[in-house]
């Protein structure tokens, strides 16, 4: 049990620098596409809700949520 702790400690140390990494790409792509999305003002609203919380997440160091929420976001504008 000792030793799946470990493993589950030492995977997760390396997946966060990736996924810090990851969270400022999806937002550029993002701001790109709120560009020229052609969806609804509904729509775009969540989009920035979902940026915004994802942009936040990133900042404080919780990346795996952001990328959850900026996935999200990219869903809702097709990308």
Do not use: R
């Not at 400690?9 to 390396?14: A, M, R, Y």
């Not at 792509?29 to 609203?45: F, L």
């Not at 952001?66 to 990308?79: N, T």
């Amino acid at each position: 049990m000792k030793n799946l702790s470990l493993a589950a400690l030492l995977v997760l140390g390396l997946a966060s620098p990736a996924l810090a990494n990851h969270c400022p790409m999806d937002m550029k792509k993002i701001e790109a596409a709120m560009k020229t999305t052609m969806a609804d003002d509904a729509t775009k609203k969540k989009v920035m809700e979902l940026y915004n919380k994802g942009k936040t997440e990133h900042e404080a160091g919780d990346h795996a949520a952001s990328v959850k929420d900026l996935g999200e976001a990219m869903k809702l504008l097709g990308i």
